[in-house]
């Protein structure tokens, strides 16, 4: 065994969705490549983690303050499109369709796991709704239980608020999480959201 193949194949085997022979084929891979390529990849992964924070706003990534979506002229103020994690923000974009703003919650309510409300970001989102004139609220926590508890935690916590609070049509999978979805069932389902509070 070569120590320095092993460890990358352990570094490579800790990352999502990749198991211990994807590994290999990844760490092989890189190692027949030409060392400037292999250099470059290493010096992305060096300033991508030194340079890319979370937005002051809505905690997606970015290189600034605040991100290209939070200074954008041209998006719908009155909306907000809550998320859990940041690449959803990428998968709504993705679609083309939707043209408001985001927050991003760092997680959803699992008492289970201890993630309580303190532990993601819903006092900031509430300060936001308060503040920023929000008119509609859209939850786009995917399907399972734990979001389900996150989207009725938030609903009942924003209940004096004279915001709409919606959520996206059933037609997403049970249990499925959003940076998973398919694009045309991701855009049937922002087209034909439902107001929350009255669906509970």
Known sequence: ????LEQLVDALSSLPTIGKKSAWRLAVHLLEQPADHVEHLAESLRK??????????????SQ???????VSGTRNESLICVVEK???????????RYKGFYHVLGGILSPIHGITAEKIRIRELVERVRQDGC??????LGGNTDAETTSLYLAKILADTNVKITRLARGL?????????????????LDERIDFAHNR
């Open 48 to 61: 991508v983690k030194h340079q890319v924070h979370h937005c002051r706003r809505c905690f997606n990534y």
């Open 86 to 96: 940041a690449i959803d923000v990428h998968t709504i974009e993705s679609s083309g």
């Open 173 to 189: 999978p049970a249990g499925m999480e959003l940076e998973y979805v398919d694009q045309i069932t991701l855009l049937q389902a």
């Open 64 to 70: 600034d303050e605040l991100c290209e979506i939070c």
């Open 135 to 140: 008119e509609e609220l859209i939850l786009a």
């Open 1 to 4: 065994m070569v120590p320095a």
